[in-house]
């Protein structure tokens, strides 16, 4: 990986639009999103990405800079929503004059608040033991929330209601694209803070210590300090995405501090690639789009993302951005081209076996839980009888063809692969 | 009186189940160095393989069969997923578990649904024990009870006096002697992963029909048993083993006392107003708290004694 | 006499029932340079441990420049202005070699935990790192992943890191472990150079080295030190000749020609 790059802090492409242009890029971006997908759904997904982009960030400070695996960062999330919405109600009831753009900050200040107490012991310790004190503490405030109904609601939570504030540059945010916007600019500016903090001491101290804690020692850090910091940090950021949920959903429960969250988190951050800044970004999209346009076609589709995510963890463990950036050497001594063909005499066959496996999990999903009489499955929009033997052979066969294609095509990807990285030769290439 | 002896009882039951699991997971901790967050997964497939097995064979041909078929599971997920993985490094091994802990639940739901199954205790075990001042205590927990105790001096046994125990136990601490001793020392981890997924397995056995069959089975009971782990000290059987039973008589006297901050208060003649802000601490009960002490046990542990109550050297 | 600069008062180790250190007591003068020799096995190694503060003393105190600073963790010792290098290369793998020796600054200058500025404008901060990679010669490997240089420039890189904070103590394990006789003549200019004016500790197996670059020698064997003297004193201490067993120190005869 990396022979040679400036700069290699916490990663990415080298663009020729210099250290800048890639956050121009990114709020170009942002700013014109809704108008290319301006349905309702559309901007409350976007808003969906853009928390849970915040989330993810938050997350990797912790595992991708700290080296710090955590199982319980939904607590500090869900405490900045809880507080959040209880302050818009303040806003609401008795008057309170607090401007909603305020209110991630305000949740950030209390994952902050959190952070800090739990890290003072948290964080002695690295490794396993921090892994599993993450969870015994995440799974005790969730469990916590249930006893304390003042301040978490109970069972229904905690809602709110966000057009109730002083208005700002005339929005009362009774409009969606209205919340999009704050959402865009507060992800920004969280983003780039948290992409800052990677370049300050704290910062470049944390990923030593992630790489070599005892060095870090020798050269006068105190791993445990460093660490403690990090893990502030992070809680921070957390609050904030959580404020950024609570101004969107306007209601907060007991799920958003449990460990189906503390793990969805993990899941963004490790698929997308912990190695990289904008790894957890990616991993994040990607998420949420699985979770809110998949799951509408399919009720499998926790199935699949679980099996996406350990087929990663196990063959491409550097994320979704690993697998991009593996590329760069090749693309920068043009020899990307080369891989195409390779890649589609694998690829097709690969996705045909996908899309066969697929159907087979689908067919059989539907022949399990289906009342009795429904035989049709609906699978990529055709309807299938399940209770006819010829259509589970042509899904089973598909399959297996797909995959004996794929095999048989695997080492000719890994041949073009590794002329496209053989650098020992030809220096006129570069 | 009574209520001690049935909550001793009841805290035993859970307190050898949490056992158990936690045995199995230290041992494997010890010697590859990886916790295993699945585990809790293997006690999850135990009593589901054991809830179908049990359908054609009936329960004690589930009680023999399912624990096996989760080892055999066990071990194939070592040699071919938690080996493979282990060049990504140790963060890997757990972040794999994970998932590995989430495909299963999936896995489970996929082929056996969300609700509830009904998985019950054996006829010839449904009845009441003993009766005390109108209490009943099943006899399937008692049999429960046998079983556990039987299952570790059996395995006390094979650890300290068979030879293979003596190699299992040499490849905990100097797994590189004990393959230049010329034994396969891939094959043991693979073994000891099989066997530590096996005694999870039969727990989910024996705990299916008692605490019920559903797929968030594995992610309720996992949580404490990494409490257990973490508050015997990381590495230590003995630990484990107090610590098991100190959380499982902790959270059955919990739930069984029925006392709550509203009597304290009442005693020392404090009253407070209904609707105060924090009215949830004053009302707090016991039973209210039982699901959390484990981890407030936890929190105490960190603070006061880092290493746990019997931990060894950081590994 | 004035301060030493690190003094060692029967400082013992055991690991469960086996003595490692067995009562070693010496005393470093302020800018002298010190050589550990002794047999593999001897306790070198867990004696740099001890002094840099990885490991626990079973008992004895261990003062620098005067302070006691038996208890205290590795990175306050460091603090106090005592560096080392490591047996087994110890860099930060995945950062360049500008951003590793830049770690080795930050503390001593200052920044501490900061996370309010930015490493890449502190122009003092960058012009020191520069500096360094002068001195060290790795100018040329700047912007190189740490983890892909050779061997010889690691050994160089890891020397760079212990001296750029500015310590006044500098103990380097094994430095010229594993090197060419080329690569070893560089790296004994290199610690010449960089230690000019610092206390300097240094375990070696390389006789030539030892030789050329120490004002005293401590010998080590089984724990306990045997002997302690100037260089000439110890080749012809018959205890030192007898722990080696037969093995004489090394004749190689130094880079100018010169005899030692």
Redesign the interface.
């Known amino acids: 990986m990396g022979i040679s790059s400036k700069d290699s802090g916490p990663g990415g492409i080298r663009s020729a639009l210099g250290p800048f242009g890639l956050w121009i890029a990114a709020a170009l971006v942002l700013a014109v999103m809704p108008t290319i997908f301006s349905s309702p759904v559309s901007v409350t997904i976007m808003n969906q990405m853009g928390i849970s982009i915040v989330f993810a960030l938050s997350y990797n400070m912790l595992l991708g800079q700290g080296g710090m695996l955590s199982f319980g960062h939904a607590v500090y999330f869900g405490l900045g929503g809880f507080l959040s919405v209880h302050v818009m109600n303040y806003v609401e009831y008795d008057g309170w004059p607090i401007p909603l753009p305020i209110l991630p900050f305000i949740g950030g200040l209390f994952g902050l608040v959190f952070a800090i107490i739990i890290g003072s012991f948290s964080t002695r310790r690295a490794g396993t033991v921090f892994a599993m004190i993450s969870l015994g503490v995440g799974e005790l405030i969730a469990a916590c929330s249930i006893i304390f109904v003042v301040f978490f609601g109970g069972e229904e939570g905690v809602s709110g209601d966000r057009t109730m504030g002083p208005p700002v540059f005339g929005t009362e945010f009774l409009k969606e694209i209205e919340v999009y916007y704050l959402t865009a600019v507060i992800v920004f500016v969280a983003a780039a803070l948290m992409y800052l903090f990677s370049l300050t001491p704290a910062g470049r101290m944390a990923n030593a210590v992630r790489d070599n804690p005892e060095r870090a020692e020798f050269v006068g850090y105190s791993q445990r300090q460093v660490r403690f910091i990090s893990f502030c940090a992070s809680g921070f950021f957390a609050g904030i995405a959580g404020g950024l949920f609570a101004i969107n959903y306007e209601i907060l429960t007991e799920e958003n501090l449990n460990l189906v969250t503390s793990g969805w988190v993990l899941l963004m951050a490790y698929i997308g690639g912990i190695g990289f800044f904008i790894g957890p970004i990616i991993g994040a999209i990607l998420l949420t789009l699985l979770q809110t346009v998949l799951s509408n076609h399919t009720e499998l589709w926790l199935l699949y993302v679980g099996l996406l995510f350990v087929l990663t963890v196990m063959f491409v463990p550097s994320g979704l951005t690993g697998l991009i950036m593996m590329h760069e050497p090749a693309l920068r001594t043009g020899r990307l081209p080369n891989l195409a063909r390779p890649y589609l005499v694998a690829g097709i066959p690969l996705l045909v076996a996908l899309a066969g496996g697929v159907a087979v999990l689908e067919m059989l999903h539907h022949f399990n839980n289906a009342p009795v009489g429904d035989t049709v499955a609906h699978v990529f929009g055709m309807a299938v009888d399940t209770h006819n033997p010829a259509n589970w052979a042509v899904a089973i066969a598909v399959t297996v063809f797909g995959a004996y294609a794929t095999v048989r095509a695997t080492p000719q990807v890994r041949e073009a692969w590794s002329e496209a990285n053989d650098f020992s030769g030809k220096a006129e290439d570069r | 009186m009574e209520l001690v002896i049935f909550s001793l009882l009841n805290g035993l039951v859970t307190g050898l189940l949490l056992f158990m699991l936690s045995s199995g997971l230290t041992l494997i901790f010890s010697m590859m160095g990886v916790l295993n967050f699945a585990h809790a997964s293997f006690y999850m497939l135990g009593a589901y393989f054991a809830y179908t097995i049990s359908g054609y064979m009936g329960f004690w041909g589930g009680l023999i069969f399912a624990p096996l078929l989760v080892g055999v599971v066990g071990a194939l997920i070592q040699r071919y997923g938690l080996r493979y993985v282990h060049r990504w490094g140790h963060v890997a091994e757990l972040v794999f578990t994970f998932g590995l802990a989430f495909l299963i639940e999936e896995v489970v739901q996929f082929f056996w649904g969300k609700a509830t199954k009904d998985y019950h205790e054996p006829e010839l075990l449904d009845f009441p024990l003993f009766t005390l001042f109108g209490q009943s205590f099943p006899a399937y927990k008692a049999f429960m009870i046998l079983i556990s105790i039987g299952i570790f001096i059996a395995l006390l046994a094979m650890l300290t006096r068979t030879r293979v125990g003596l190699i299992i136990q040499a490849a905990i601490t100097h797994p590189n002697t004990v393959a230049n001793l010329g034994h396969n020392v891939p094959l043991v981890f693979m073994g000891v992963f099989g066997v530590g997924s096996a005694l999870a397995g039969l727990a989910g056995v024996i705990a299916g029909p008692a605490l019920g069959t559903f797929p968030g089975m594995a992610f309720v009971l996992g949580s404490i048993v990494f409490v257990v782990i973490v508050v015997g000290g990381l590495g230590s059987l003995a630990g484990a083993f107090v610590a098991s039973l100190l959380i499982g008589w902790l959270q059955t006297f919990a739930i069984s006392l029925d006392y709550s901050m509203t009597d304290l208060l009442n005693l020392l003649g404090i009253s407070f107003d209904d609707e105060h802000v924090l009215r949830d601490l004053w009302t707090l009960s016991l039973p209210q708290v039982a699901p959390i002490l484990p981890y407030l046990l936890l929190i105490l542990i960190l603070i006061f004694r880092p290493t746990g109550l019997m931990g060894k050297r950081e590994t | 006499m004035s301060t030493p600069a690190l003094s060692l008062e029967d400082v013992r180790k055991d690991f469960g029932e086996t003595q490692i250190i067995r009562g070693v007591s010496l005393e470093i003068g302020a800018g002298e340079r010190h050589a550990i020799i002794g047999p593999n096995g001897a306790g070198k190694s867990t004696l740099f441990h001890l002094i ?1 503060g ?1 490991y626990s003393k079973t008992a004895g105190r261990i003062r620098l420049n005067g302070e006691d600073v038996t208890t205290l ?4 010792i ?2 106090r202005g005592l ?2 290098s ?1 047996q087994i290369t ?7 070699v500008f ?1 590793n020796l ?3 600054l ?3 200058m200052g ?10 404008r502190q122009k003092n901060l960058t012009q020191r790192t520069e500096e360094i990679l002068e001195m060290i010669g790795l100018a040329d490997r700047r ?3 740490a983890g ?1 240089l050779t061997y010889a420039e690691q050994r160089t890189l890891e020397i760079g ?1 212990t001296i ?2 500015g310590a006044n103590v500098i103990m380097l394990d094994e430095p010229t472990a594993g090197m060419s006789a080329s690569e070893t003549d560089q790296t004994v200019e290199l610690i010449r150079r960089v230690t000019e004016g610092k206390t300097l500790v240094m375990v070696e197996h390389d006789m030539g080295v030892v030789f050329d670059l120490a004002d005293r020698i401590s010998v080590l064997v089984y724990g306990e030190i045997i002997a302690t003297g100037k260089p000439e004193e110890i080749r012809n201490n018959k205890a030192v000749q007898e722990a080696y067993l037969g093995e004489a120190p090394e004749e190689e005869p130094p880079a100018d020609g010169g005899t030692v």
């Not at chain 3, 963790?73 to 306050?76: N, R």
């Not at chain 3, 110890?90 to 360049?96: L, Q």
């Not at chain 3, 920044?111 to 890449?120: S, T």
């Open positions: 840099s990885k963790e590795p990175y306050a460091a603090r560096s080392r490591f110890n860099i930060f793998p995945r950062m360049t951003e830049r770690c080795g930050l503390w001593s920044f501490k935990y900061a996370f309010w500025k930015l490493v890449g912007d190189i992943q892909v890191i750029a904070g």
